[in-house]
């Protein structure tokens, strides 16, 4: 089971920008899709973004699109999350997941630790 290790994340602004990341343990990582979930309390878990092993299809929730950008460096075994133009509603707790494909991942996969990302207004 991959490993993954999370950083990034904090407390801005609305309208301001972040980029989390999050690093994979294994040399692999290139065989796995990745995606991004976010929690908030007393809510279940929702789908942010995921990408393809290449990095070539991505695909976003609604709420994100346009605004958040997922991307991966397999060279680095490390999945990106840029988040720009933020809003309150973004406040949660970030997670990466590792999968074996696009479809999947959805339902089956290995966690990040989770960051906390907190929008002011």
């Known amino acids: 089971q991959v490993q993954l290790v999370q950083s990034g994340g904090g407390l801005v602004q609305a309208g301001g920008s972040l980029r989390l990341s999050c690093a994979a343990s294994?040399?692999?990582?290139?065989?796995?899709?990745m995606s991004w979930f976010r929690q908030v309390p007393g809510k279940e878990r929702e789908f942010v973004a995921v990408?393809?092993?290449?990095?070539?299809?991505?695909y976003y929730a609604d709420s994100v699109k346009g605004r958040f950008t997922i991307s991966r460096d397999n060279a680095k075994n490390t999945v990106y999350l840029q988040m720009n133009n933020l809003k309150p509603e973004d406040t949660a707790v970030y997670y990466c997941k590792a999968g074996l494909t696009t479809a999947t991942i959805l339902s089956a996969g290995s966690w990040g630790q989770g960051t906390q990302v907190t929008v002011s207004s």
């Open positions: 990408t393809t092993w290449s990095g070539t299809d991505t």
């Open positions: 294994e040399r692999t990582f290139r065989n796995y899709a």
